[in-house]
């Protein structure tokens, strides 16, 4: 796969050369932003696409630096992948291997989720418990109990997941399986290995989130007997075999979310597109709250007139509750409120890393557990910061298009993990950003 649609050339540490993004704040922004393919539904439909023998085609693939390490991870495994403008071609028929890298694997979650394919279509798989952002301990142990219930033997020694089929013509068989959580991986992961297990599995309290129906569909495409995704019931009646398919991923309603917040918070209408309205209720609903208004102007398209900013409190929640993934990129526009905001983090233990920097630019919030009491202020002032984690970094970014004077966002790495040429958009709407290189 050609990596060199990785944007990410810096380290991470030390002192070494580190890439930036320099924005001047307080600038109004205009015009219409191009929405990308879904970071999220991308990775688990690369993993979804290792159950077919034949190669498959996905489209509207975000250039990611998460998506080339994903694309390493199906190289490792055997798989052939090639990469034209936003399709990507999956050839999976030559899976040879059921043993994942841990280099990879360590530094991408979404990787383990390939655990669920690997184990339906060769019988086995060899997976390293996974890394990715750190935002809380995120263990395995939904996915690992639904591979059991579905019949595989699965130990962990020495950091390494064994997940294998034995006996009976090295078939999963189907079962129901209840979520003590509704987990978005573990019900990627269980109903990637069901598909093609002997019999009906059903998934109770599955997770409803966009990206599991998107998976669904996909599968569905592929000959997959799949019904119920994006309800908290999902049942899969397995298949001998699945064909090849051409399949768009669906928008990307977190990114879309950050630009929702940048209108709001530089005070500018901007329209987006495409996007799925539906998937961004709570979002959107916030907004509202917040004193933006947000139009539905087409089937696709979102415009945001923004108003002045008021106080509101937000607790994350599995979908269809308020999305953890846009938790920071709100604590930055609440930090700008009138007023004071209660924001509760309940999915993640630890996303809270941006809270640090927004008080060096100037913003008043205290952590108290789980919840962020915010006291809005008027003004942020530019600051040299650091992003913790990806959507921390976003949310660093949103404060710097906001605050006066300049600042330096630091850690573009975890940006570059998920957000498609962010400074280009935010140029294209009349941001002024660059990116720099340099010894911090
Ligand atoms: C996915 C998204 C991530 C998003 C998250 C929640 C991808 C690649 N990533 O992550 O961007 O923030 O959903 O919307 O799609 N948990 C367990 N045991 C398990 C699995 C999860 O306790 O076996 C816990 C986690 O620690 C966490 C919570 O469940 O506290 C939610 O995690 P989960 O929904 O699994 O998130 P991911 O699929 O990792």
């Known amino acids: 796969m050609d990596t060199s649609l990785s944007q990410t050339k810096a380290k991470s540490s030390g002192d070494e050369v580190q890439e930036a993004l320099r924005i001047w704040g307080r600038r109004p922004l205009s015009g219409n932003v191009r929405i990308s393919g879904a970071k999220n539904s991308a990775l688990v439909l690369m993993a979804g696409a290792l159950l077919c023998p034949e190669q498959c085609r996905l489209r509207n693939v975000p250039a990611l630096a998460d998506i080339n390490r994903m694309g390493q991870v199906l190289e490792a495994l055997g798989v052939k992948l090639q990469r034209r403008g936003d399709a990507l071609d999956i050839d999976a028929s030559t899976l040879t291997t059921s043993k994942a890298p841990y280099e990879l694997v360590s530094q991408l979650r979404a990787s383990f989720f390939v655990i669920g394919s690997l184990v339906a279509r060769l019988g086995s798989a060899r997976v390293p418990l996974p890394g990715g952002c750190a935002i809380g301990a995120r263990p395995v142990d939904l996915h690992v109990r639904g591979l059991q219930a579905l019949g595989a033997e699965v130990r962990i020694e020495h950091g390494i997941v064994y997940a294998d089929i034995k006996g009976s013509g090295g078939k999963l068989k189907g079962a129901k399986i209840y979520l003590d959580y509704p987990s978005v991986g573990a019900t990627e992961t269980l109903m990637m290995a069901a598909t093609l297990a002997e019999g009906e599995t059903i998934i109770e309290n599955a997770a409803q989130e966009p990206e599991v129906a998107d998976l669904a569909n996909f599968c569905r495409a592929m000959g997959a007997k799949i019904r119920g995704a994006g309800t908290n019931t999902i049942i899969i009646v397995g298949v001998p075999?699945?064909?090849?398919?051409?399949?768009?991923?669906?928008?990307?309603?977190?990114?879309?979310?950050?630009?929702?917040?940048?209108?709001?918070?530089?005070?500018?209408?901007?329209?987006?597109?495409?996007?799925?309205?539906?998937?961004?209720?709570?979002?959107?609903?916030?907004?509202?709250?917040?004193?933006?208004?947000?139009?539905?102007?087409?089937?696709?398209?979102?415009?945001?007139?923004?108003?002045?900013?008021?106080?509101?409190?937000?607790?994350?929640?599995?979908?269809?509750?308020?999305?953890?993934?846009?938790?920071?990129?709100?604590?930055?526009?609440?930090?700008?409120?009138?007023?004071?905001?209660?924001?509760?983090?309940?999915?993640?233990?630890?996303?809270?890393?941006?809270?640090?920097?927004?008080?060096?630019?100037?913003?008043?919030?205290?952590?108290?557990?789980?919840?962020?009491?915010?006291?809005?202020?008027?003004?942020?002032?530019?600051?040299?910061?650091?992003?913790?984690?990806?959507?921390?970094?976003?949310?660093?970014?949103?404060?710097?298009?906001?605050?006066?004077?300049?600042?330096?966002?630091?850690?573009?790495?975890?940006?570059?993990?998920?957000?498609?040429?962010l400074e280009g958009k935010l140029r294209k709407l009349g941001a002024k950003v660059e990116r720099v290189t340099g010894n911090w």
């Open 241 to 421: 075999r699945l064909h090849t398919t051409d399949y768009s991923i669906i928008p990307d309603r977190i990114e879309t979310g950050t630009f929702l917040v940048a209108g709001a918070i530089t005070g500018s209408e901007i329209s987006l597109s495409p996007v799925i309205p539906e998937h961004l209720t709570p979002v959107i609903a916030k907004l509202r709250e917040i004193g933006s208004e947000i139009i539905f102007e087409e089937p696709n398209r979102l415009r945001i007139i923004p108003g002045e900013l008021q106080a509101t409190d937000i607790a994350t929640l599995p979908y269809p509750g308020f999305p953890t993934d846009m938790q920071a990129q709100f604590m930055t526009l609440l930090s700008l409120s009138e007023g004071n905001s209660v924001v509760s983090e309940t999915v993640f233990e630890n996303r809270m890393g941006h809270v640090p920097e927004l008080v060096r630019m100037g913003a008043d919030v205290r952590i108290k557990g789980e919840n962020a009491i915010i006291r809005g202020v008027p003004m942020l002032s530019g600051a040299p910061v650091s992003g913790t984690d990806l959507r921390a970094s976003a949310a660093l970014v949103l404060a710097g298009l906001a605050a006066d004077g300049e600042t330096l966002v630091k850690g573009l790495h975890h940006l570059d993990r998920g957000y498609e040429n």
